[in-house]
């Protein structure tokens, strides 16, 4: 489920949340279905369960989980996970992006080929 890359400089919690997003956006993870327990994936991944809440925590605030006490942390129906401010935090992250992409001077239209192939790739339009 999870590959931790003790070679890599970002932080173990960082690695769990983003692949736990890689698997809720790609589908391996449903709408509403039941994600493994902090102890329990802290005793999957033999690490301090401090940094599996610490992911879990972010990913709550992220709106891709939601948690239910005594019951457990779930996945998010997707049309409840992008919620404005989640929006507005990827626009900027976007727009920094860009800016890059003009720095090193990448023409615009290879950056729009480039995000309308993306969106192709989801079975989606550039015009929705």
């Given amino acids: 489920m999870f590959q931790l890359n003790l070679k890599d400089h970002s932080p173990l919690y960082q690695q769990i949340k983003e ?12 709408a509403d279905e039941k994600i493994p327990s902090v102890r329990e994936l ?7 369960p401090n940094t599996i809440q610490k992911a879990y925590k972010e990913l709550e605030q992220e709106g891709f989980i939601y948690s239910i006490r005594a019951k457990g942390s779930f996945v ?3 049309d409840n996970i992008l919620k ?9 992250n976007l727009e920094k992006t860009v800016r890059e992409l003009i720095y090193v001077q990448v023409p615009c239209q290879q950056v729009v080929l480039y995000i309308k192939k993306l969106y192709a790739e989801e079975g989606s339009t550039a015009d929705d």
């Fill in 19 to 30: 692949q736990m997003k890689t698997m809720i956006i790609s589908g391996a993870l449903k």
């Fill in 42 to 48: 802290a005793q999957m991944l033999t690490i301090n």
């Fill in 76 to 78: 998010t129906p997707r």
């Fill in 84 to 92: 404005e401010v989640r929006i507005n935090e990827l626009m900027t």
